[in-house]
């Protein structure tokens, strides 16, 4: 089972909403997957085969996962696309 971190600048709200909606999208694709959401620099230390975040932490986020970039993280259309094109 692959792991997923969600990451957000401070690992509250936005990374939080971005893994709920990450859990949504791979429910509906029937991708099982332990998912969960930190802050940039918590990041770096925590074990994941994904990253999901915004291009605009990527030069922060110290890590050797996959990393997937995502502008928006209530679009499920756009979270979809980019977990379709890692994940299958």
Do not use: H, P, T, W
């Not at 990374?15 to 770096?44: F, H, P, T, Y």
């Not at 970039?69 to 299958?88: G, H, P, T, W």
């Amino acid at each position: 089972m692959k792991n997923i971190l969600c990451v957000c600048g401070l690992g509250q709200g936005s990374s939080l909403l971005l893994r709920m909606n990450v859990e949504e999208v791979l429910k509906e694709m029937g991708i099982k997957a332990n998912v969960d959401n930190a802050d940039v620099s918590s990041a770096s230390s925590m074990k994941a085969d994904y990253i999901i975040s915004n291009k605009v932490f990527a030069g922060e986020i110290r890590s050797d996962a996959k990393k997937i970039f995502v502008e928006n993280y209530f679009d499920k259309d756009e979270i979809r696309s980019a977990l379709s094109k890692e994940l299958l």
